[in-house]
């Protein structure tokens, strides 16, 4: 008996749908520019993306098309391309995704569906305000003065509701992280640019992080902590050094943890960053991993980031948790990719970064109590980190 005109129809559509999906198991590594991935037509790879639904868009890849999400790290060293979000309080989402293609010549504007369309400046609110915050940093200096800590980093989580679904205002959120991070990239382009838009997962994020968290390259890993910040060179002076170098003995006892006996190397110490409005001293920690150690054992040994939490970092942990109202959440978490195919990713300290959640987008901003801290000064910090980024993301 021959097949009806709906089973015909139906074998068309699935073969076009075949001709321009990249499946995660058996495509070669080839046509694409990006190592690993390829489409099963080479045209498919030259045209223009049509908006994509869930994506990830981070070192120059665009992933499509979810097929997983999980809470276990194992997976990250068993095949598939993921995006990975780690919370800093800990809570870890990774996505595989399987299309894998290179960034649309346009960048992230090649992806918005509308121009964006932000919150008003005058609607943010934050979960410190600014006599909070104050007396936070001197509650930290009297813990540094019993000797409890040396360093901690005091927080504080900002908040606007996203304008309504509307003719002005298109979309409910604005126009999405695409149409947020198309913005932040004219205006603040950064290093460790990330944009996931995954609403099955609850990821919806537009992240413009200068701060390399962890890139590893198989058994080879690198981590760039920033500590001190200023607008200018001049800004700087030897708090700025003194947090960094706390900062960055903290990174190598960490690596350290899983690290091969001596392979833990500091190549760059307090080297000078310039980003759009500011600068920051930048160190690289360098080491190479143990036998046997995956991306689970990797961010046991090192989450949350040393530079965003304190030292020691269990007791600036402790302190955190009292002080700070809310959970960070993706902010000063991990964020970024992993080709567990080849054994090659990164994640960046989720700073300068804007998440979506409950209707409103929210941003972290924070700074480095120590000894040396002038309260006021600190915040007044946190106000420069924001303000640009901010400033670009409100109506």
């Known amino acids: 008996m021959g097949r009806s005109e709906a089973d015909r129809e139906q074998g068309r559509v699935l073969r076009r749908h075949l001709a321009v999906t990249v499946r995660v198991s058996g495509v070669s590594r080839a046509n694409t520019g990006v190592p690993g991935r390829r489409s099963h037509t080479v045209a498919a790879a030259r045209v223009r993306p049509r908006p994509p639904g869930s994506f990830l868009l981070a070192g120059g890849r665009l992933a499509t098309g979810v097929l997983e999400v999980t809470d276990d790290p194992a997976v990250l060293d068993r095949g598939g391309f993921w995006a990975v979000v780690m919370d800093f309080e800990g809570a870890l989402r990774c996505v595989r995704f399987a299309d894998v293609q290179p960034a649309p010549p346009g960048g992230v504007a090649a992806l918005a569906q509308q121009p964006w369309r932000g919150p008003s400046a005058r609607s943010w609110t934050s979960s410190l305000e600014e006599a909070a915050y104050v007396a936070g940093a001197r509650a930290i200096r009297e813990h540094i003065a019993a000797g409890e800590v040396y360093e901690v980093n005091l927080c504080r989580v900002l908040s606007a509701p996203l304008p309504a679904a509307g003719e002005a205002a298109g979309r409910a959120d604005g126009g999405g992280p695409a149409a947020l991070a198309a913005v932040l990239a004219a205006g603040n382009p950064a290093p460790y640019a990330v944009v996931l838009d995954v609403p099955e997962a609850d990821l919806r994020i537009a992240g413009a992080s200068p701060e390399l968290f962890l890139e590893r390259d198989g058994d080879r890993v690198r981590s760039g902590p920033i500590k001190g910040t200023g607008r200018t060179e001049r800004e700087l002076g030897p ?16 690596l350290g943890r899983v690290a091969r006996v001596g392979s833990v190397t500091v190549p760059a110490l307090c080297a000078l960053e310039r980003h759009p409005g500011l600068v920051h001293l930048v160190s690289t920690v360098r080491a190479e991993l143990r036998p046997g150690i995956g991306w ?8 949350p980031a040393g530079s965003v ?3 020691p970092k269990g007791s600036a942990l402790r302190i955190i948790g009292e002080l700070e109202p809310v959970p960070r959440g993706p902010y000063c978490g991990g964020i970024g990719w992993v080709d567990a195919d080849r054994g090659t990713g990164w994640l960046s300290v989720g700073i300068r970064t804007f998440w979506f959640a409950g209707g409103h987008l929210r941003f972290g901003t924070g700074a480095a109590i120590t000894w040396g801290s002038e309260p006021q000064d600190e915040w007044q910090e946190t106000e420069l980190k924001a303000r640009r980024l901010v400033s670009l993301a409100s109506t």
């Open 309 to 311: 939490s304190g030292a």
């Open 239 to 254: 708090k700025d050094v003194a947090e960094n170098v706390m900062i960055v003995d903290l990174v190598r006892n960490d």
């Open 296 to 303: 689970a054992q990797l961010l046991a040994a090192t989450s």
